[in-house]
């Protein structure tokens, strides 16, 4: 199948954005590319939720809902737009970052379990087992938060962003039985598996196929999840690796049927 969808878009509200990158960009983008359904997902942590890092402080929903006007603007009849946000797991209340009245406001809702970078000590950078470890608790805490029902997708699962080495390793380190046990929790929930074609960039088709990642999402497959593809821009040139999303969705032989509704063409 084609990818006809991107649920992972960052706007220059987003910090670590291009300064530049608007979301008229990233909708000419989904013309080029025939994209029929994109969704903007800026980072988010909500003001009425403690313990917001500096990174965070500033992104709150008086900060992201300025997106809904320029939204208004470009409305056209090709393209459909979805307003979200991508929040984070909350390692101090072993939950997520956004209160269920926030979430209720949004089109859809990514949370990650792999921003280690930021919320997990440093003290489980080594051994690498602590790490994977950190993360499948993250996973749970999330799925058993409150708020998981409003949960559309997991984002780049257990794939550590900013990691200080190859983060595969992490991956390879997760037996399949333990990955089952998370993702059958993820699959009951109805909450989907993103494939972050953010870290496929610099890959050759080759190297897509050997990385770690396609085990898990072999797996995430195997147990029912459905699945939801996600660009991971910061800038408008990141489209231009847009086309490994359909590379990856033929790998997994992928029907419309295995894509989280909200993104189904
Ligand atoms: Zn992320
Ligand atoms: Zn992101």
Same mark, same amino acid.
């Given at each position: 199948?084609r ?22 960009d990233?909708?000419?983008n ?24 500096? /990174?965070?402080?500033t ?7 300025q ?12 393209i459909? /737009?979805?307003?979200g %946000? ?9 939950g997520?970052? =956004? ?6 406001k ?24 602590k ?9 749970y805490?999330?799925l058993e ?5 409003? =949960? ?12 200080p ?13 333990? /990955? ?7 699959a ?19 190297? =897509? ?12 497959r195997?147990?029912? %999840? ?5 660009s991971?821009?910061h ?11 359909? /590379?990856?969705?033929?790998l ?6 295995? =894509? ?6």
């Amino acid at each position: 199948m084609r990818v006809e969808h991107d649920f992972h878009l960052h706007t220059n509200l987003s910090v670590c954005a291009a300064r530049e990158v608007t979301a008229a960009d990233y909708v000419a983008n989904a013309r080029r590319l025939g994209l029929k359904k994109i969704g903007f997902s800026d980072h988010f942590w909500d003001a009425a939720i403690d313990g917001a890092n500096k /990174f965070y402080q500033t992104q709150n929903y008086e900060h992201i809902i300025q997106l809904k006007p320029e939204l208004e603007a470009l409305r056209c009849d090709d393209i459909q /737009f979805y307003f979200g %946000c991508e929040t984070e797991y909350d390692p101090w209340r072993r939950g997520v970052a =956004i209160t269920e009245e926030t979430a209720e406001k949004l089109d859809f809702l990514l949370v990650p379990n792999s921003h280690t970078h930021m919320m997990m000590p440093k003290d489980c950078y080594e051994p690498y087992q602590k790490h994977a470890d950190f993360m499948m608790q993250a996973l749970y805490d999330i799925l058993e938060s409150p708020v998981s029902r409003y =949960i559309t997708a997991i984002a780049h699962p257990f794939e550590a962003v900013a990691c200080p080495y190859p983060n595969g390793i992490l991956i390879d380190l997760i037996p399949d039985d333990d /990955f089952r046990r998370v993702l059958d929790v993820m699959a009951k929930k109805g909450i989907a598996f993103e494939i972050n074609v953010s870290s496929m960039q610099k890959k050759n088709h080759e190297e =897509i196929e050997r990385a770690s990642q396609m085990r898990l999402f072999r797996l995430a497959r195997e147990q029912g %999840c459905k699945f939801l593809f996600g660009s991971d821009s910061h800038r408008a040139a990141s489209h231009d690796f847009y086309g490994n999303a359909d /590379f990856v969705a033929g790998l997994l032989e992928l029907k419309n049927d295995d =894509i989280a509704p909200i993104a189904r063409i």
